[in-house]
């Protein structure tokens, strides 16, 4: 249950927290036996021990079914021993030339670990202690590094370094895929893309605006084509306003829908004379937990799938038991580390109500930019996302408002409907939540397809 106060901690954990299970909130089961030591890759890195470092990576397990990885730590920030932990996972198709892509999870503090064995990683679990292999996943024709950000998140830790804005968030990101295009210097060329969700929707251009004020002065130069943005939280002024939306589904009646209204339009004036302590504890009184108008008045704790009024955690829960396995945590190199740190998300609370249209609106002037959402989600549905791209002032803003929604089918499926403006595709995909991957893989996996390879969504 989202607890009073930590809406966007679910809203972004559960995919996080905003957006976060309430079994990763435990921040891990305690183990016993021996897990190895982290690995630190950095300082091989450093030394050009390119081949030392890569076998040291690799992953030997035989419960990850012969599937190809590596994993490891890269140093972030010296000064408080920030790292960042990454699971990289070789295109299964053609890894010389598929597309590179990079997943980040929401919350704040939401672990990409979550999207390996529950979106769209090579994985699926049969119970707490097997793996199967999952039918649909992106590392099938991508290759795909899942990282734990920003430090404290998941499997990443730091001594007292957590980030505190997304400059640090994109900052610390940028350093950790220099590192890793260094390890696999055979990937610099291939296309790079950039993919997140939920609060993920600031960490995506957080990354590709570093990326791009970084061309021309950073040592490996990314080759970064396109973003993609699942349900992401970026614009909160006009993201917000759940009020009409909560009633015109039938959650709550015309009374709690005026008193929503009124506490959205306080936390929207303190939005834009950037009072986000504020506007934050007005965001929490309207559509937090137990305690906000909208919990109170719903009963719905599940704001990622408004089919499902309780999310019953199963998945969130078998994880949680298997990384608490030592030969697991030993496998993976990432030793005794706690999995999970409360702190990151007190350190960017207040960077929750800060919009980042001004870096997005740059960045469409440079780079395509997906954005889909899922139909049943009500954390960051659909209508809002709508409004902040209206309200969004780049280059084709005109073309978007008047632009034709195309269907969109795979198969003799309607998975959804689909508009382009430029360099902007956005897309709703049907019966699908907050984890469009999760809900509707095989769709999901056609639309990340179809966008990487620069194809029409709706052909």
């Known amino acids: 249950m989202i607890t009073k106060g930590l809406f966007f901690f679910a809203l972004l954990y559960l995919c996080e927290s905003f957006f976060t299970p309430s079994s990763l909130k435990k921040h891990g089961t305690p183990f016993t036996g021996y897990a190895g030591e982290p690995l630190i890759l950095t300082p ?46 070789p295109s299964q198709n053609d890894y010389e030339n598929d597309p590179v892509l990079l997943w980040l999870q929401g919350g704040p503090g939401s672990p990409s670990m979550y999207a390996v064995f529950q ?20 590392t099938r024709n991508h290759s795909v590094i899942y990282i734990d950000s920003p430090a404290g998140t998941g499997w990443s830790y730091t001594t007292g370094g957590y980030a505190q804005n997304q400059t640090k968030v994109g900052r610390d990101l940028h350093e950790a895929l220099q590192q890793f295009f260094t ?24 990354l590709a605006y570093t ?52 506490l959205e339009e306080r936390a929207v004036e303190h939005i834009r004379n950037e009072e986000y302590v504020e ?55 990432v030793g005794s580390t706690t999995f999970g740190d409360e702190n990151v998300y007190a350190n960017l609370e207040y960077d929750i109500p800060k919009p980042i249209t001004s870096w997005v609106a740059e960045l469409l002037s440079h780079y395509r930019i997906l954005f889909y959402n899922g139909q049943l989600d009500i954390i ?16 084709s803003a005109e073309e978007y408002k008047v632009a034709n929604r195309y269907q969109w089918y795979v198969g003799d499926d309607l998975a959804g409907y689909v508009k382009y403006a430029g360099n902007l595709t956005e897309v709703l995909v049907r019966n699908a939540g907050h984890m469009v991957p999760a809900d509707q893989p095989v769709w999901a996996s056609d639309l990340i397809t179809k966008f990487t390879r620069n194809k029409v969504i709706h052909l």
């Open 119 to 138: 979106e769209h990683g090579p994985f699926v679990f049969k119970d707490e202690n097997t793996l199967g292999l999952a039918k649909e996943t992106w």
């Open 183 to 206: 390890l696999f210097p055979e990937l610099v060329k291939n296309e790079f893309f950039i993919t997140g969700e939920s609060y993920g929707g600031k960490y995506v251009p957080a």
């Open 380 to 395: 960051v549905a659909y209508p809002m996302m709508v409004e902040y791209l209206q309200a969004l002032n780049f280059s």
């Open 211 to 262: 990326i791009l004020k970084q061309r021309g002065l950073a040592k490996v130069e990314i080759n970064l084509k396109g973003l993609a943005i699942g349900n992401g939280m970026s614009d909160p002024e006009h993201q917000i306003k759940y009020a009409n939306y909560a009633y015109q589904h039938g959650f709550v009646d015309s009374t709690v829908r005026d008193a929503m209204a009124a």
């Open 44 to 89: 091989l890195i450093r030394e050009n021990k390119i081949r030392e470092a890569r076998v040291a990576a690799t992953v030997n397990f035989e419960g990850f079914l012969g599937i190809k990885s590596f994993s490891g730590y890269l140093t972030v920030d010296e000064i408080y021993n920030s790292n960042l932990f990454f699971w990289f996972f």
């Open 279 to 333: 506007a934050s504890d007005l965001m929490n009184q309207d559509f937090g937990g137990e305690g906000s108008l909208f919990y109170d008045a719903s009963g719905i704790s599940n704001v990622y799938n408004y089919l499902n009024a309780i999310d019953d955690g199963i998945g969130d829960a078998m994880m949680d038991k298997y990384f608490s396995r030592a030969d697991v945590r030993e496998a993976l190199h």
